[in-house]
């Protein structure tokens, strides 16, 4: 079956330490995107990719950093200079065109202290 | 710019009861509209869609119509289950995008809690 894949689920950090999240998907969508969900604030836009190499900031870009270097692949790193980095971080995907739905991953839940 | 405003939660039902979630938008033009559905732990599933004034996106018993004279996408059903109990997000897709960028604004989500 067709999907995203994120990994870990669960990640644990110090602060001060750069992390990277994993997020890989099989549905062959050239579009790829991460948000951050924190508890009444819905979803918040970091960073978003429409193809290979090309990737651009979102809403809340500061402090995390990307590539794009595989249609398949979208890592995310939170870098020590996100100031507030404990959070749900959920990768999603979808096809061209304002029709098309996200497809999500599970989420990595990030816990820094 | 852009925005999704559901009811606040939670709400609280017993099992068979009907449900309605509000939800209405601000935007330019003729968005799409999305219903996702976020299990405990898990990532956002699409529930409906609709993508033209007076769509009705229905899916697992649950329905949304698009409502452009009063930018509502209501989500309904009849008769909730314990399965229900999920968090609930509306979100729009506007018209006009660069590419095949999808700028989707998500509502703040309403959870939802079904008691036997």
């Known amino acids: 079956d067709g999907g995203i894949t994120q990994s870990p689920k669960y990640l644990f950090r110090k602060e001060g330490q750069n992390v990277t999240l994993s997020c890989e998907q099989n549905?062959?969508?050239?579009?790829m995107y991460w948000y951050r969900q924190d508890p009444g604030q819905g979803l918040r836009l970091i960073y978003y990719s429409q193809i290979v190499n090309d990737f651009q900031k979102g809403d809340i870009a500061e402090g995390y950093s990307v590539s794009r270097e595989k249609k398949e692949s979208f890592p995310l790193t939170v870098t020590s200079a996100q100031k507030n980095p404990t959070a749900f971080y959920l990768c999603a995907s979808s096809q061209t065109g304002y029709n098309s739905p996200l497809h999500f991953g599970n989420g990595t839940r990030l816990t820094v202290t | 710019g852009n925005s999704v405003t559901q009811m606040e939660g939670p709400v609280t039902l017993s099992e068979e009861a009907f449900l309605t979630i509000n939800c209405t938008y601000t935007a330019t033009g003729y968005p799409s509209l999305f219903w996702y559905v976020q299990y405990p732990g898990e990532g956002l599933q699409l529930l409906l869609k609709a993508t033209k004034a007076d769509d009705k996106g229905s899916n697992k018993g649950f329905e949304a119509t698009y409502r452009k004279e009063t930018t509502s996408f209501h989500l309904e059903k009849g008769s909730v289950q314990v399965s229900d109990s999920a968090v609930y997000f509306c979100a729009l897709s506007p018209q006009l995008n660069s590419g095949g960028y999808q700028k989707v604004t998500f509502g703040t989500g309403t959870k939802l809690q079904v008691i036997p």
């Open positions: 549905l062959n969508h050239d579009a």
